[in-house]
Each structure stands twice: as structure tokens, then as C-alpha cells.
């Protein structure tokens, strides 16, 4: 028998069970709130509401823990690469050499795009921000791949899944070579799936593409550190509009837009520039750190503070170490690096930011690194939705097999009560 929570309202106790997960975890189930009292919980912003129960990643934001399927962030980042932490997230378990062998098979059997979606991709201003052109890319596939919508059967969901795999990074690059006015090419299926990402990115037409592995080995680690984060809000995003049997290319493209503000994965794109301003401002790190604790101005201190982690964010960490190897072995300087440090320092140091638990989080130094490995600022954030694809995939996965309900939450309504309607001449 499980526990139950109760609630008392003008003399009349319900009482609720309590779930408690794994790890510990304990919720409330509200499941018969509304039946039993005519009543709803308000929670903006879902800072204590659970969406669903869900066997994919744990966090604990207190001791600042990241799991994927049990398995340590720390320890994925060191000993798995990008595809097996894919293959691991999306079903469940980490794969034999046969099963990756096949998974990787499978994918590059699928890396081919229809040529017709480079008329759409032409159809881009070369300003366009490339979240905006890949979320539509995105999209767009479901036109070409129609057998992937209504997908409900799990080798049917695992068909779009290594689909999506394959010509996910396919539109990457060629969402970046096009502004960078190189020609649109393919991979190369004799490479491994990060290092072929970095060919598709990287590879110049009139030249050999040069393998550097301290370059692939960073970008794998970076992508694995991405990968998966438990209900955020672009994960979210991606499991309600997969919960009204939307298709997956559509549920991971609404995610792609989720991810793109500034206060979610657009935050790795607005530490660059704000590192940028403040050294074009003689490094003036104590200005900005007065207005990020100043009411009155919106600035906030990006790449700082977390809806869950009241502690360092642990994939943070690992960066802020890879930023500093990449750099080395690169032989780069890069003096954002040492501003962020010094941001780091001060902030921590700050009642402000000790008093609300703010600390470094995911993309305060990713950008640094994705700097030196080449990448613009403006593709930063389309490089965290290349990471955090195969959670997305995940998650929408694990929802549709557990079969949960369409999303779609209530709530209290604040506006006009009944009233007449007024003529035209009268108002
Ligand atoms: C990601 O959810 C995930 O898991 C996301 C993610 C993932 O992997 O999917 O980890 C990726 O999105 C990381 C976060 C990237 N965003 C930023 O770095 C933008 C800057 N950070 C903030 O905007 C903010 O910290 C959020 C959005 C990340 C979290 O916002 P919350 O949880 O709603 O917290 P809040 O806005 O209520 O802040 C609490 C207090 C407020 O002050 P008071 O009203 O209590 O006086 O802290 C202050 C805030 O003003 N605050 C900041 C701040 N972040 C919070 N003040 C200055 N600078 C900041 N960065």
C-alpha cells in the first residue's frame, strides 16, 4: 500500500497517493483532484509539477547529478562515444557490438535527402538564423518521408528514429554551408557518425578534409553532454506535441523552436555575445555583473542559473576542463575563456548569486569551445539540438509506447465574467 498525501479545503480531507520513483522521489498523484473537489493545482511554469514518470534520465539539481539510464554523465562523457550514449537513451541499454554495428548500419542506410529539399533550403535569405532554418528543415522531411508519420508500432517508430538520425546532420550542414557559401555535400559512410558530422560541416571542396581526432573527440564529448536533460522545456515541448499522435519529425521541429530562446538552449549563442561585449568594454566584468543583479535592467547573467541545479551543473564542469585541454592541444588562446572564468569567480563569490543558487550552467563555456572548433555563434545552438536529438527522440518514444494522454493542461480562468454584447454604434 502506498503512502497518500492529505487535503483539507473548508472541512472536506481528500487523500491522494503518493508515488515515489527509483530514486526516491516523491509525488504527489493528483490524477482524481478535479473529479473529487472541483478543483486544479496552479503552477506557472511547472516549477513543482511532474509531467509524466520517466525511465530516461535522472537528475538530482541539489547534488548536481546527471544520469543517463543509470549510467554517470561523468562516466558516459569519458568511456562512450555520441552513438552508443544514442543508442543507450533511446532504448534503454548500452549496445552490444553487434546491436551498435547494426544501429550505425542502419542509420547510414538512411543518410540520403531528397535533392528537391535544397529548393527550400534556397529559399532562406543567407540572414536567416539557422535555428529557424533547421526547425523548418526539420519539418519539411515529413513531406519527404510520409511513411513516418503515423508511426505506432515500435518498428515503425524505430524506421523514423534512425531516419531522423541520419538526415538530422545532413541538414545541419548544409544549413551551415549555405551561409557559409560552400556547396551542399553528403557524408561519407566510411566514418564514424560524429566525425562524419564534422566532414559534412567542415569539408572544403577544393581540399582534403584533415581528421583531427582531438577535434572529433571534443565534438563527441560535447554532443554526449547534450544529449539528454529529463523535462526540460524543449523536451517538454516535444512530448506534448507528440502526445497528440503528431508525427515525430513534427514533434522534434517544435522542440528545435523551444530550444532556440534565449533563456533555454539560445543561451550558448548569448554567453558568446555577452563574453564578446564585455571584453569589447575592457573586460569590465563587474559592470555586467551589476546589471545582471539590477531589477531594473533585463540583462541576465547568460549561461547562469538553472531551473534544477542549485549546485554546479555537472556537464558544466566537464566543459570548463575540455575547454581548457581543447584550447591546449589546439594551440589557441581565447580571452572570453579567461572572462568567463573571471565571471565564474565573481559570481560565485556574490551574495547575489550564492543567495539564489546560481551557478555556471551547460552553456555558459560550451561556446568557447564550439569557437575553437570552428563552429560560428550563430550555429551554437543548432550544435545543442544536434546533441540533444537522440533525448528528444527518447522521450517522445517513451511516451507514445507508455500510450500517455494528449497534454492539455487547465486552468483559472481571470478574465471577464458573462456579459451582453455591445453594438458598434453603442461602444
Ligand atoms: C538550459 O531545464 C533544463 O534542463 C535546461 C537545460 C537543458 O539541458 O535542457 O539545462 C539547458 O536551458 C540551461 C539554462 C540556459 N539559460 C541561461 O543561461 C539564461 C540565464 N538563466 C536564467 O534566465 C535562469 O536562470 C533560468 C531561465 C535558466 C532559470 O530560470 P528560473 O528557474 O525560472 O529561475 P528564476 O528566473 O525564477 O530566477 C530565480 C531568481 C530571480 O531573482 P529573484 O526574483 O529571486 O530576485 O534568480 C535570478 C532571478 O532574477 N536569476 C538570475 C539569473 N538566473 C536567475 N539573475 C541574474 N542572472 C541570471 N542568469
Known amino acids: 500500500m502506498s503512502d497518500t498525501a492529505q487535503l483539507t479545503y473548508k472541512g472536506k480531507t481528500m487523500e491522494f497517493p503518493v508515488v515515489e520513483g527509483t530514486e526516491n522521489e516523491l509525488a504527489i498523484d493528483i490524477k482524481a483532484l478535479r473529479a473529487s473537489s472541483g ?10 509539477t511532474g509531467s ?3 525511465a530516461i534520465t535522472f537528475l538530482n539539481g541539489e547534488k548536481g547529478i546527471l544520469r543517463y539510464r543509470g549510467y554517470s554523465i561523468e562516466e558516459l562523457a569519458e568511456h562512450a562515444d555520441f552513438l552508443e ?16 554495428a547494426k544501429f550505425d548500419h542502419d542509420i547510414k542506410a538512411e543518410s540520403h535527402v531528397d535533392e528537391e529539399m535544397k529548393k527550400i533550403l534556397d529559399g532562406f535569405p543567407k540572414s536567416a538564423h539557422p535555428m529557424g532554418v533547421i526547425a523548418s528543415l526539420t519539418s519539411a522531411l515529413i513531406a519527404f518521408n510520409p511513411s513516418s508519420v503515423n508511426v505506432s508500432s515500435e518498428k515503425d517508430m524505430y524506421h523514423a528514429i534512425v531516419r531522423l538520425l541520419a538526415k538530422f546532420p545532413v541538414l545541419v550542414s ?6 557559409m557559401g560552400l556547396p551542399l555535400d553528403y557524408g561519407d559512410d566510411s566514418l564514424g557518425y560524429v566525425e562524419n ?6 569539408k572544403r571542396p577544393n581540399k582534403e578534409y584533415q581528421k583531427n581526432p582531438l577535434v572529433i573527440e571534443a565534438l563527441d564529448k560535447l554532443l554526449i553532454l547534450h544529449a539528454d536533460h529529463e523535462q526540460n522545456c524543449s523536451t517538454s515541448t516535444v512530448r506534448i506535441v507528440g502526445s497528440s499522435h503528431a508525427g515525430l519529425f513534427a514533434s522534434i521541429s517544435a ?4 530550444l532556440w530562446g534565449p533563456l533555454h538552449g539560445g543561451a550558448n549563442q548569448a554567453v558568446l555575445e555577452m563574453l564578446q561585449a564585455i571584453a569589447d568594454d575592457d573586460g569590465d566584468t563587474k559592470k555586467y555583473m551589476a546589471k545582471a543583479k539590477d531589477k531594473e535592467d533585463p540583462f541576465r547573467l547568460m549561461g547562469f542559473g538553472h531551473r534544477v541545479y ?19 592541444s589546439l594551440h589557441m588562446e581565447d580571452p572570453l575563456l579567461e572572462i568567463a572564468k573571471g565571471l565564474e569567480k565573481e559570481a560565485l563569490e556574490d551574495p547575489y548569486f550564492v543567495k539564489r543558487k546560481l551557478y555556471p550552467n551547460v552553456d555558459f563555456y560550451s561556446g568557447i569551445i564550439y569557437r575553437a572548433l570552428g563552429i560560428p555563434v550563430e550555429m551554437f545552438t543548432v550544435m545543442f539540438a544536434l546533441g540533444r536529438l537522440p533525448g528528444w527522440i527518447a522521450q517522445w518514444r517513451e511516451m507514445r509506447l507508455r500510450g500517455e494522454p494528449i497534454g492539455r493542461p487547465r486552468q483559472v480562468y481571470i478574465g471577464e465574467t458573462l456579459r451582453p454584447f455591445k453594438k458598434l454604434e453603442d461602444r
Request: charge should be positive; hydrophobic fraction near 40%.
Open 39 to 48: 478543483m486544479i493545482t496552479l503552477d506557472p511554469g511547472y516549477k513543482n
Open 52 to 54: 509524466c514518470e520517466s
Open 85 to 100: 550514449v544514442a543508442y543507450l537513451l533511446i532504448f534503454g541499454e548500452l549496445p552490444t557490438k553487434e546491436q551498435l
Open 174 to 179: 548544409w544549413t551551415h554551408r549555405k551561409r
Open 197 to 202: 558530422i564534422h566532414k559534412m560541416m567542415f
Open 255 to 258: 522542440g528545435i523552436s523551444a
Open 310 to 328: 542549485k549546485n554546479f551543473d555537472p556537464r558544466a564542469k566537464i566543459i570548463k576542463r575540455s575547454a581548457d585541454n581543447v584550447l591546449g
